[in-house]
T-cell receptor, first 112, second 113 residues
Framework: DTEVTQTPKHLVMGMTNKKSLKCEQH?????MYWYKQKAKKPPELMFV???????INESVPSRFSPECPNSSLLNLHLHALQPEDSALYLC???????????FGSGTQLSVL | AQSVTQLDSQVPVFEEAPVELRCNYS??????LFWYVQYPNQGLQLLLK??????LVKGINGFEAEFNKSQTSFHLRKPSVHISDTAEYFC???????????FGKGTRLHILP
């Protein structure tokens, strides 16, 4: 299994809602990532987990809250988002920083 | 901190013609370099990577790239493109210090019939 699975594929939420994005990989990778990608822009790194511990937080607003329950799962909890947070949220995993990132297909998020 | 620059936001090229997508990087330490491709409505897929060794790297789908340390470049090339190569191409850099992988702004490859 060389896939990274993200759910849901699409999400529409209001600014007062609480929702979660989920990511799963069964490749035994030790690092998992959240990226945010606006239309026609490159992916921007948000968070990195290494061995289930948060190793990088790129000064992301607290309305985004990551969680890594175990080595295969990565969540991104969303609360009180703004319309400008609408974007494609990509999850990725890798075995090490010199190895390639395996990307999921992303969750297309719309905040109304 | 490392950074990567893709000077061309889009590159039009005729089908079966050669193409080069440019990438320059900046870093004070040794880096790993990658090219990723993103097809519409999909995540990113690795084309090729340079870690060390031979400066000419061959990847999937007939793409190759050459690492040039003196020019701090890692340009992507393909001798003959196909309609199916229409996509966004991202150059990325990572150094040895952490798990951070930074992407360039991307180059849209537009294949003309």
């Amino acid at each position: 299994d060389t896939e990274v699975t993200q759910t849901p594929k699409h999400l529409v939420m209001g600014m007062t809602n609480k929702k979660s994005l989920k990511c799963e990989q069964h490749m035994g990778h030790r690092a998992m990532y959240w990226y945010k990608q606006k239309a026609k822009k490159p992916p921007e790194l948000m968070f990195v987990y290494s061995y289930e511990k948060l190793s990088i937080n790129e000064s992301v607003p607290s309305r985004f809250s990551p969680e890594c329950p175990n080595s295969s799962l990565l969540n991104l909890h969303l609360h009180a988002l703004q319309p400008e947070d609408s974007a494609l949220y990509l999850c990725a995993s890798s075995q090490a920083n010199q190895e390639k990132l395996f990307f999921g297909s992303g969750t297309q998020l719309s905040v109304l | 901190a490392q950074s990567v620059t893709q000077l061309d936001s889009q590159v039009p090229v005729f089908e079966e013609a050669p193409v080069e997508l440019r990438c320059n990087y900046s870093s004070s330490v040794s880096v790993y370099l990658f090219w990723y491709v993103q097809y519409p409505n999909q995540g990113l897929q690795l084309l090729l990577k340079y870690l060390s060794g031979s400066t000419l790297v061959k990847g999937i789908n007939g793409f190759e790239a050459e690492f040039n340390k003196s020019q701090t470049s890692f340009h992507l090339r393909k001798p003959s493109v196909h309609i199916s190569d229409t996509a966004e191409y991202f150059c990325a850099v990572s150094d040895l210090r952490d798990d951070k992988i930074i992407f360039g702004k991307g180059t849209r490859l537009h294949i003309l019939p």
